[in-house]
């Protein structure tokens, strides 16, 4: 999305200061919201392409997303 987009500027440019402390956690919050969006979109997605067959489609989702964090 634009926002993990801007993000990712954000965090490739920002040159942190000690008195900026506010900002880290601010780049947390909005991360943490598009990342939820995401999720919540891939999980809807995974329901309309296996219906009936919801529970193999998600344990796959979440076998995948689990070696992606072992990465």
Do not use: K
Request: hydrophobic letters at 55%; charged letters at 15%; proline letters at 3%.
């Amino acid at each position: 999305t634009v926002a993990h987009l801007g993000l990712f500027v954000c965090l490739l440019t920002w040159r942190p200061e000690a008195d900026q402390s506010h900002v880290m956690f601010i780049i947390a919050i909005i991360w943490g919201l598009c990342d939820s969006i995401w999720l919540v979109q891939i999980n809807a997605y995974y329901g309309i392409l296996f219906p009936g067959r919801e529970e193999a489609a998600f344990s796959n989702f979440r076998l995948w997303e689990s070696v992606g964090y072992i990465i």
